[in-house]
T-cell receptor
Framework: EDQVTQSPEALRLQEGESSSLNCSYT??????LFWYRQDPGKGPEFLFT???AGEEKEKERLKATLTKKESFLHITAPKPEDSATYLC???????????FGTGTKLQVIP | GAVVSQHPSRVICKSGTSVKIECRSL??????MFWYRQFPKQSLMLMAT?????????EQGVEKDKFLINHASLTLSTLTVTSAHPEDSSFYIC??????????????FGPGTRLTVL
C-alpha cells in the first residue's frame, strides 16, 4: 500500500527564515509526486508535479526536489502570505488515485 | 488555466434531506474526477473516483447508496448526499484530471463545499 509521511507536522518561521518541508513516500512504481498548498476552508491549490528522481521545479520562493524515497519543498525567504498547509501526494503507475500525506502547517511570522 | 468550480460553496440542511453538489471543470475536459471528504485538521480522504460515462468506483467504507455520484459529461460531476444526517457534516472537495493535453496527470481541485446537517 502506498504511504506518504510528511514532516514536520507544523513549522513556525520568522519572515525571511528559509527552511524545508519533507515528504517521505513508498509507492509501487512512481507515476508522479504532487505538492499542493491549502488555505483554511479552501480546496488545495496545485504547486508542482515531479515525475522522476533528480527532477527539480521552482516557483517564486518555492523549490521542489525529488529522490527515490523523498521529496523536499524548500521555501526561501518566506513571507507571511506563504502561511498555509502544504500537502504532498503520490500516484502509483497504473492507478488513478493519489495518496495524500497529512500535511505540514506552515506559519510565517512578520 | 485548469480551473475547477464547485457549487454550492456552503449548504445547511435538515436531517433526512438530500443535497446535491456540482463540480465543473471550466477550461478543460476531465475524463476522471474525484470526490474527497476532509474533516477538521485532517488530510483529504478519497471517497470515490468517477469516470465519464461509467459508474463511480468507491473507496472501502464509503456507502455508494448514500453518496451518489454522476459524471454525465466531460466537464461535470455531481455528488448527492442522500438522507443526510449530522455525521455527514463535513467539507467536500472535488478534483478533476485533464483528459490528455499538456496538463499531465495533475488533479486540480475545486474550492470545496461546506455541508452542515442540522
Amino acid at each position: 500500500e502506498d504511504q506518504v509521511t510528511q514532516s514536520p507536522e507544523a513549522l513556525r518561521l520568522q519572515e525571511g527564515e528559509s527552511s524545508s518541508l519533507n515528504c517521505s513516500y513508498t509507492v509501487s512504481g512512481l507515476r508522479g509526486l504532487f505538492w499542493y498548498r491549502q488555505d483554511p476552508g479552501k480546496g488545495p491549490e496545485f504547486l508542482f508535479t515531479l515525475y522522476s528522481a533528480g527532477e527539480e521545479k521552482e516557483k517564486e520562493r518555492l523549490k521542489a526536489t525529488l529522490t527515490k524515497k523523498e521529496s523536499f519543498l524548500h521555501i526561501t525567504a518566506p513571507k507571511p502570505e506563504d502561511s498555509a498547509t502544504y500537502l504532498c501526494a503520490v500516484q502509483a503507475r497504473g492507478y488513478q488515485k493519489v495518496t495524500f500525506g497529512t500535511g505540514t502547517k506552515l506559519q510565517v511570522i512578520p | 488555466g485548469a480551473v475547477v468550480s464547485q457549487h454550492p460553496s456552503r449548504v445547511i440542511c435538515k436531517s433526512g434531506t438530500s443535497v446535491k453538489i456540482e463540480c465543473r471543470s471550466l477550461d478543460f475536459q476531465a475524463t476522471t474526477m474525484f470526490w474527497y471528504r476532509q474533516f477538521p485538521k485532517q488530510s483529504l480522504m478519497l471517497m470515490a473516483t468517477s469516470n465519464e460515462g461509467s459508474k463511480a468506483t468507491y473507496e472501502q467504507g464509503v456507502e455508494k447508496d448514500k453518496f451518489l455520484i454522476n459524471h454525465a459529461s466531460l466537464t461535470l460531476s455531481t455528488l448527492t448526499v442522500t438522507s443526510a444526517h449530522p455525521e455527514d457534516s463535513s467539507f467536500y472537495i472535488c478534483s478533476a484530471r485533464p483528459s490528455g493535453g499538456t496538463l499531465g496527470d495533475t488533479q486540480y481541485f475545486g474550492p470545496g463545499t461546506r455541508l452542515t446537517v442540522l
